[in-house]
């Protein structure tokens, strides 16, 4: 049996065994699931919060604490809902040693580290405050939502605490409804970027961890009693299958309206006691599946007498088979590049608008004729999994455990565990995602291995039709005199997707004409990726012949090299080299060609191609001539 079908089976076993309470995989994570999950809102009525905001940085942390872990001095409280100003003109005994009112500004979403000269490498407390009136006050909910804060976020509303959250690439939401008033508001949110040994990621990446608020912030506005989350997805056996989640008051025993426009498929359920009603509609014959080729997406809308809450929804089935990947059925070859989350420019402050996002994806999709694209290292914003939708682009996504962790601390497992849970119940409509990671290159030890196995068994039970994956670091060998490469991971067998990170010929002993002799030894019963290669080069910086690393021909000719070593793996089936564009990355300060940036991008920071991204678009456009296309419908 296909590996995604056994696990569709244990989780539909499952779901009757609890006789038709929530699906198998929100059994499962029930205490990791977010209490508000505001699914779709960008199709609801909210309040952007973007803009100019004024902020303070706290480099020694006064205004959480005061020494010896007290609580911080009321005049370094940058939360309190006061008029500094005011109090000051009043001449009274009291001071105050910060005023969020007269502060500097600086562009909410958006780095810090791109916003002034002093904050580039600042990595701390910096204190953000947003003034705004609400658009309405009364008549329903409202809920504050934060696109993500990196790293933890402390969220006031007019003085008063509204909750905190950790992790610095997944949503977060807060209702806000009774703390609102009418006229002016107060918003501040204590943005900390300081990580350490119990941190996701730890302190320690190759790629700049940016602080502040990098993603929008909305007021999400809903009726009192609203659809939370809904869910709709294409089973293996022919069914559109999900869930519809209640909130509010009038949550139990309501009946909700499930309608795909465009095709004659609709269902009414009614929710339980918990708020939740299971969904199951046969899909029609004339439903046109998900692919590269035709990113088909459908308006799905959820309805009560109350609320309506729509989604574009894909639907295709992706399956391993021996050393397959099944799209719909039929083998695929991921032709992929990695991205990290930073916006063409001279200086990004990960501010991923849909511009961004389409600017980038773009070159993927049409200048490289790629289908795939690893979004690393760390859950991208929402906007970008919802273009790779719309563009027709296959998703790998990951959470930032990278290279270290504190392998045997429960509360670190629980992190990652949140960050995953987070992550999934984001994108889970999103046909694009196919593959969830659960790591990159970590040192196999027994504590490494036992964290990553709990990783892989907790997506798998939240998630019964992705595959999972992880990129593995290899070892090096000898085998008849020619130079060995083999995978030795026992994680290989918590896997659905073999992935490994390969430099030979950047980092190492071996020359660009010895890649192709070097022999690889690797499980051949899964399918394998080549999650990283790549090597270095500044943009238009040249050797005619090719023999100096940093140039451009010198990279082309690793790619040459590389391409020529892996195709002889006979169940390599995808490859996303490092990396589309040139990143920023604190541990690269070669005076000459990095200062501060990692160069392995394809193209420069500003999007000039190098020569290596004519060799793997030329690769790419031979290996898609070899592939069918075809629109297909359920059979």
Same mark, same amino acid.
């Given at each position: ?50 803009? =100019? ?194 909130? %509010? ?33 046969? =899909? ?51 032709? %992929? ?125 939240? !998630? ?11 070892? %090096? !060998? ?64 040249? !050797? ?92």
């Amino acid at each position: 049996m296909k590996t995604l079908a056994k696990r569709a089976l244990i989780a539909s076993i499952f779901l009757c065994m609890t006789s038709g309470s929530v699906a198998a995989e929100e059994e499962a994570s029930d205490s990791l699931r977010p209490n508000y999950l505001l699914t779709a809102s960008i199709n609801r009525e909210r309040q952007s919060l973007s803009g =100019a905001w004024t902020y303070s940085k706290d480099l020694y942390r006064t205004g959480l604490t005061d020494i010896d872990g007290r609580p911080a001095k009321p005049r370094l409280q940058r939360y309190r809902d006061i008029d500094v100003q005011s109090i000051e003109a009043a001449s009274g005994i009291d001071f105050l040693e910060f005023d969020m009112d007269r502060g500097p500004t600086m562009m909410v979403p958006g780095a810090w580290n791109a916003a002034v000269p002093e904050l580039r490498y600042y990595n701390g407390l910096v204190w953000f405050q947003k003034k705004f009136t609400p658009t309405r006050t009364t008549d329903g909910r409202a809920f504050l939502e934060f696109g993500a804060v990196n790293y933890r976020a402390h969220v006031y509303l007019n003085g008063e605490e509204v909750g905190t959250h950790e992790g610095g690439f997944t949503p977060f939401v807060f209702e806000v409804t009774d703390l609102l008033r009418e006229g002016e508001n107060r918003l501040v949110v204590g943005v900390d970027s300081a990580h350490d040994d119990q941190t996701i990621p730890t302190p320690i990446t190759d790629w700049d961890n940016y602080g502040g608020i990098t993603r929008p912030v909305h007021i999400v506005y809903t009726p009192r009693t609203f659809v939370d989350d809904a869910t709709l997805r294409l089973t293996p056996d022919g069914l559109l299958t999900g869930s519809v989640t209640l909130d %509010g008051p009038e949550a139990n025993g309501t009946g909700v309206h499930v309608a795909i426009e465009g095709l004659d498929a609709e269902a009414d359920v009614t929710t339980g006691s918990d708020g939740q009603a299971m969904v199951s509609i046969p =899909a029609p014959d004339e439903l046109q599946r998900w692919s590269p080729d035709a990113p088909k997406l459908y308006d799905v809308r959820f309805s009560t007498v109350d609320d309506q809450l729509e989604d574009q929804i894909g639907f295709r089935n992706i399956e391993v088979s021996g050393s397959d990947i099944l799209l719909n059925s039929k083998p695929i070859f991921l032709r %992929g590049i990695a991205l990290h989350e930073e916006e063409f420019g001279t200086n990004p402050a990960r501010r991923i608008t849909p511009q961004a996002a389409r600017s980038l994806l773009g070159e993927v999709k049409n200048e490289l004729h790629g289908n795939y694209v690893r979004l690393s290292h760390y859950p991208h914003a929402r906007v970008m999994t919802r273009m790779a939708d719309e563009l027709g682009l296959l998703v790998w996504s990951e959470i930032p455990v990278y290279w270290t962790a504190d392998w045997d601390n429960p509360e670190v497992l629980e992190k990652a565990k949140r960050m995953q849970s987070e992550t999934y119940f984001r994108d889970r409509n999103r046909a694009s995602v196919i593959l969830w990671s659960i790591g990159n290159e970590t040192p196999v030890s027994e504590d490494r291995t036992a964290f990553h196995t709990a990783l892989a068994e907790h997506i798998k039970a939240l !998630d019964a039709d992705r595959l999972v994956s992880a990129a593995l670091l290899v070892e %090096g !060998d000898e085998k008849n005199g020619h130079p060995l490469i083999r995978i030795n991971d026992p994680l290989v067998d918590e896997l659905d997707v073999m992935a490994v990170n390969s430099y030979a010929g950047w980092y190492g002993s071996n020359t660009l004409d010895e890649l192709p002799s070097i022999e690889w030894d690797v499980p051949e019963d899964k399918p394998l990726l080549f999650s990283e290669f790549g090597a270095g080069a500044l943009a238009g910086f040249h !050797d005619p012949e090719g023999k100096q690393k940093w140039s451009e021909e010198f990279q082309a000719e690793f790619y040459r090299q590389t391409l020529s070593m892996i195709e002889k793996i006979p169940n390599l089936r995808g490859m996303s080299p490092w990396i589309l564009k040139d990143f920023r990355s604190p541990r690269r300060e070669h005076p000459v060609f990095q200062n501060g940036w990692n160069r392995k991008g394809l193209m420069s920071e500003t999007g000039v191609p190098k020569i290596a991204f004519g060799v793997l678009a030329d690769y790419y456009w031979k290996k898609m001539q070899s592939e069918p296309v075809s629109i297909e419908s359920v059979e």
